[in-house]
């Protein structure tokens, strides 16, 4: 890889950490639990690298590593956003009063 | 070009919107907005890898996301009891993905020749997170779902194997960057993390569990990232930074909360205290029937309910629900003060009140609910121990002391429901339910407060 | 320039303005008059680019286009920091009471 | 290798430095820390530019260097009335630097045939918006100062002559970006943004230069934005986005805390409606010496200070810090209610009573205050007029309708300070001028407020 390339990635991963904590510190307390699986479910974003791995086909043991890890991170996307939702779903503002 | 102009337009856009998709969670009323814009800039980011030249096969692929799906769905329908369980499965599954992936990407490099010092030295990081946070998060779904034995499991010099073995495995990953083709190192780094993936957990206490999955879930993050520059993909990086901060944040929170260090988390063995201190010395409680709470209750102008980690053993959020309906029925003002690590979570009070239909704008934080305590009639403690021991406050000796807690002791009175004088997490006693103005009620919080509506509503039929 | 590095760049712009934008909603409104001057001597950054183009020696017009740029900016980045400095020097706190 | 990792390594600190930087603005205590943060990394930048490779000669730099220094330590003594305009002097300035580079770079390419389409494109863009910044910023400065006349210059279809011009700088820069080596075209677009930056600005009046700036800072930093894309310099490019989005987040503020659009703003020739409505009805208004106004001050419990454009004008911060002294010695409490956009500048009043020393503390934003307004005895009005303006609140027809006010209107009894009856930037008429409860005090804001000081302090000596 070329070497001007490994210094952008440490840019982008320095100005994506800033914004990880800026944006997380925002979150309402009341969805500590939600943003756990949301994140979760983000963090599954793994699954570019697995399907890569899997669809270069260079040799059977990786493709079979990828194809487990591809199953492994679409349990986490399918499984993390539903949940999510579902928790959310639950969280009602009252009519009016308070 | 175009293909990959597409692929990495997916990228960006992917990116962005997941950053949005944590911005929106800034608020209920937005959040679901949130997961939406998650869910999009994932679809985006596999599309647009599907598009990328390098991916030549599809069946393999359709067949894995295929079997995902059918195991992701039911994962998605656990009670919300079970949820810390099921994120620390997922963060094992995350954590195995960046660890199969690495392994496959310096197999393939291997052979190819092409495993540059670089390259080696993100694969190693790659697997060493991933594999560890594997087996660790195992540990700590196995714990919570008290498929392990939740005490800590400690032996001597525990700390020093652990070390010592973490130590081998770096020097490991440092010999294999300087030659990346003497594979056996790999495979003991492999092996090295997986083992100490296990031997991180065994000895922390189940109820440590939540700081623990919060720390497991920043190193599923990270391992994210160190994949994102073995394959030089930017949005693995910025996603894995965004999940590596939250469960940072998240575990900062829960510490300072519970007033304790990552160090004494993680290498206390917290749970033993628990263990040796449930001894309680006999002192004097006055306790109260069903009955004799609804009374109180209804004489109230101002209520406030403290839920704690009982409500959520005993399910009684949806009693509490409806003593709230029942009680804002006759004009009294019910409120719920949240202390930001009740129950085994964070959030983990909001989640339950909410899957009772509480509207969340009834829910207070501790620190806004504290000041109005004084003005309070009755403070209602369902299943809450540690969060309301006054201790943290003055007793310098207690274990607790500096955590914040809330004043429930500050009510004019304060009726608290659990099923004996047992400590709670953090294994002390309670000079609460001591207080002169403080009614025990024991028993089964879902059972007791089931009582006190049915005293309640008896109560508006013997009116009419 | 790699086609790769293109998508790095606008990666690094996309999240330097999620930064930007949360960051400068922080700041305390008592400041903005100071934020407007630092950031004023931040963007002067521009210096880098001079310095590069003066450096070279491609050209003597690129040399002296450089060279202004070199001036112009050092001129920024100078009084820039100094009067942010100077103004937040004068924001004092209140010993005790209200 | 090694030296560009020194130079990369810089960068990434500089980045991160600047990001700090800003963050640490959010309170006054830690602002002073930004500054250096920011000065760090600025030095961080520079040296490690200078190891960069491509740096073969030293002596024009150090040549420029020592110049800038030169200009710009003097630059930074001026008096803080005249900030905005050394604001407007910089963003030219950084609009300059960001055009001659681009032109050098696409000059150096052109001779050595590497103008790749790209390369063209985002060098048009750099080259567009730095220029346009230059000459509208120097325009915008010689407004505030006064060099340039500052009401609206417009002639018959001012927008559709600048539009045109727009257009065909584009079309010259589509056209290039094909035919990169096709030189003509490029000094058509450096004349044309020049020319483009000028026409922007003369039909804007010079009330609403603020936002004007706010806006050129905007570009200055877009443009530093595109620099970095020439350059593939990726420190330019985050600098220039914090700068690019603080830029347009203040003028955001602005705008709507004066409730106007953007486009009004730009095309609105604003500066016209205000000469316009000038012309005053005669109303009665009661009006007070300094000695009733200082009698009415030190029989009030709580008072509150609403300045305005016109103590920047007087130049009366200092007065009003003696009375701020005098009133809290007799223990009258005093605050000071700040519109956001009170002044010309975004946080102009702060500053200036910053230099009076008036603690940060006992400045209260406009949210804040209004809620107390009704247990107000006296506010005190120096030199506010369209931020007191009830009109805001309930006059559909007045043009500030909508733009959120300070209640000075609800205190007991208001004091306002200003030479005559005209009207504010809005150039429209003051209710609150002629309310029963309202005392106004003619003439210039710091020779008033001098006189009422020396009311009290006569009186203090009255008493001894
Ligand atoms: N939220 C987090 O993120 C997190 C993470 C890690 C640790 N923690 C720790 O967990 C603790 C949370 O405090 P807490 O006050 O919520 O809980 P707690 O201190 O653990 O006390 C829970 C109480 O609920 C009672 N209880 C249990 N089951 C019950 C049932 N079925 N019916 C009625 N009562 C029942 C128990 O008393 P009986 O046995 O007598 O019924 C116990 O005293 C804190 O110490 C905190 O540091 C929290
Ligand atoms: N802050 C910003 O960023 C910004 C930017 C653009 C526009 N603006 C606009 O500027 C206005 C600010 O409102 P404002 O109430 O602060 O100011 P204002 O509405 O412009 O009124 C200033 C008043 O001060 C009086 N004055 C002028 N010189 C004086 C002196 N030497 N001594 C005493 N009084 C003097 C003037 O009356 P006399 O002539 O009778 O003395 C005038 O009525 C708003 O309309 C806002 O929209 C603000």
């Not at chain 1, 991170?73 to 779903?89: H, P």
């Not at chain 2, 060493?128 to 195992?138: D, H, R, V």
Request: hydrophobic share 55%; aromatic share 8%.
């Amino acid at each position: 890889m070329t070497e001007l390339d490994l210094w952008s990635m440490l840019f982008v991963f320095m100005l994506a950490t800033f914004v990880g904590f800026q944006v997380i510190q925002n979150v309402s307390r009341l969805l500590h639990t939600p943003l756990m699986s949301l994140t979760n479910a983000i963090s599954a974003i793994a699954v570019v690298g697995a399907i890569l791995v899997t669809g270069e086909q260079a040799s059977t043991t990786a493709t079979w590593l990828g194809a487990v890890a591809v199953a492994a991170s679409v349990t986490n996307i399918v499984s993390g956003f539903l949940i999510t939702d579902r928790m959310l779903r639950m969280f009602r503002e009252r009519g009016k009063k308070s | 070009m175009t293909a990959n102009a597409i692929t990495q337009i997916s990228y960006l856009l992917a990116a962005a919107l997941f950053v949005m998709a944590l911005r929106w969670l800034n608020h209920p009323k937005t959040a679901r907005r949130g997961v939406l814009a998650g869910s999009v800039g994932m679809l985006a980011a596999v599309a647009g890898t599907l598009l990328a030249p390098q991916v030549m096969n599809y069946t393999w692929i359709a067949a894995a996301a295929v079997i995902g799906i059918v195991i992701g769905v039911p994962l998605s329908w656990v009670p919300l009891t079970a949820v810390p369980q099921r994120t620390a499965l997922s963060h094992a599954f995350g954590g195995l993905a960046a660890g199969l992936v690495g392994t496959a990407k310096y197999l393939v490099w291997l052979d190819h020749g092409e495993l540059t010092q670089f390259r080696t030295g993100v694969i190693v990081l790659e697997v060493l997170l991933g594999f560890l946070t594997f087996t660790g998060s195992l540990m700590a779904a196995g714990k919570l779902q008290e498929v392990i034995p939740t005490r800590p499991i400690t032996y001597p010099n525990q700390n020093l194997v652990n070390l010592s073995l973490l130590g081998i495995a770096v020097v490991a990953g440092i010999y294999l960057v300087f030659d990346p083709a003497f594979s056996p190192a790999f495979w003991v780094i492999v092996v090295l993390s997986l083992l100490f993936g296990i031997l991180l957990i065994i000895p922390i206490g189940g109820a440590d569990m939540p700081t623990v999955i919060s720390l497991l879930n920043s190193y599923a993050g990270l391992s994210a990232v160190a994949m994102g520059f073995v394959l030089e993909n930017k949005v693995l990086i910025t996603a894995g930074a965004l999940d590596g901060s939250s469960g940072f944040i998240l575990s900062v929170i829960m510490c300072r909360a519970m007033n304790r260090s990552f160090t004494n988390v993680l290498f206390g063995a917290f749970g033993q205290v628990q263990a040796g201190q449930a001894a309680v010395e006999a002192k004097t409680v006055k306790s109260a029937t069903p009955e004799d709470v609804a009374e109180l209750l209804q004489t109230a102008d101002r209520v406030v309910v403290v839920p704690g980690y009982g409500m959520a053993v005993a399910q009684a959020q949806h009693r509490i629900r409806e003593i709230y309906d029942q009680l804002t029925k006759r004009g009294v003002d019910v409120k719920f003060a949240i202390h930001p690590v009740a129950g085994r979570m964070p959030g983990h009070m909001n989640v339950l009140l909410a899957e009772a239909e509480i509207p969340y704008d009834a829910l207070v934080e501790m620190d806004d609910m504290n000041p109005e305590m004084a003005q309070t009639d009755v403070c209602l403690v369902v299943g809450a121990n540690d969060v309301v021991n006054p201790a943290a406050r003055h007793d310098k000796s207690s274990p607790i002391y500096g955590m914040p807690i809330i004043d429930a002791d500050r009510a004019r009175a304060v009726v608290a429901i659990k099923r004996s004088m047992n400590p709670g997490f953090a294994g002390i006693d309670n000079e609460l339910y001591y207080l002169d103005h403080t009614l025990m009620a024991f028993g089964d919080a879902k059972q007791v407060l089931g009582d006190v509506v049915k005293a309640l509503s008896e109560e508006v039929a013997a009116i009419h």
